[in-house]
T-cell receptor
Framework: SQQGEEDPQALSIQEGENATMNCSYK?????LQWYRQNSGRGLVHLIL?????REKHSGRLRVTLDTSKKSSSLLITASRAADTASYFC??????????FGTGTRLQVTL | NAGVMQNPRHLVRRRGQEARLRCSPM?????VYWYRQLPEEGLKFMVY????????ESGMPKERFSAEFPKEGPSILRIQQVVRGDSAAYFC????????????FGEGSRLTVL
């Protein structure tokens, strides 16, 4: 299965702290994407990292990819209350569809 | 450039009725994906369509569910004879091509079956 599995299921931190969530997958991939979902809303694309990249940055986001371990991590630095959301990873390979796990629910408190 | 548009945003049906959910992809996008999400759960893939073709329907229940993406007009997800277990949020996403990876999601249609 090309589905990503996010870990931990839930994460609670205080504003200003860093948040790290992980993604594991089982098959070869072309790229891996991270999405955010605010409560009751659709998913929003955050960042895409290709299989030949090891690290990528976008603002306060840092994504790493280790294809040998079939894992990725998403780091959100200096978190804000507005970062409270669920985060999903989507490994993409030869399959025609993007499938998601149950996500990591991040709660950032003031 | 409008995003992915889904309607209705909320739909209430009684058991046995039909539900029709519509999705207009972003301009220039010919690939549409439907997902279902139950409360506190992740998104479950249902079906992937390209204009006039069903590419992958491995996530669709075998009965009562169907999807289409005609040459003209929005993609339709149709649920016949709805049951309470069909109550969920249904999300549509679109992409420009199969290989670009990034999906653009609509805000979802929330179906409640009484």
């Amino acid at each position: 299965s090309q589905q990503g599995e996010e870990d931990p299921q839930a994460l609670s931190i205080q504003e200003g702290e860093n948040a790290t969530m992980n993604c594991s997958y089982k098959t070869s991939i072309n790229n891996l994407q991270w999405y955010r979902q605010n409560s009751g809303r659709g998913l929003v694309h955050l960042i895409l990292i290709r299989s030949n990249e090891r690290e990528k940055h976008s603002g306060r986001l840092r994504v790493t990819l280790d294809t040998s371990k079939k894992s990725s991590s998403l780091l959100i630095t200096a978190s804000r209350a507005a970062d409270t959301a669920s985060y999903f990873c989507g490994p993409t390979g030869t399959a025609s569809k993007l499938t998601f796990g149950t996500g990591t629910r991040l709660q950032v408190t003031l | 450039n409008a995003g992915v548009m889904q309607n209705p945003r909320h739909l209430v049906r009684r058991r046995g009725q039909e539900a029709r959910l519509r999705c207009s992809p972003m301009k220039g996008h010919s690939h549409v994906y439907w997902y279902r999400q139950l409360p506190e759960e992740g998104l479950k893939f249902m079906v992937y369509l390209q204009k006039e073709n069903i590419i992958d329907e491995s996530g669709m229940p075998k009965e009562r569910f169907s999807a289409e993406f005609p040459k003209e007009g929005p993609s339709i997800l149709r649920i016949q004879q709805v049951v309470r277990g069909d109550s969920a949020a249904y999300f549509c996403a679109s992409s420009r091509s199969r290989d670009t990876g990034e999906l653009f999601f609509g805000e979802g249609s929330r179906l409640t079956v009484l």
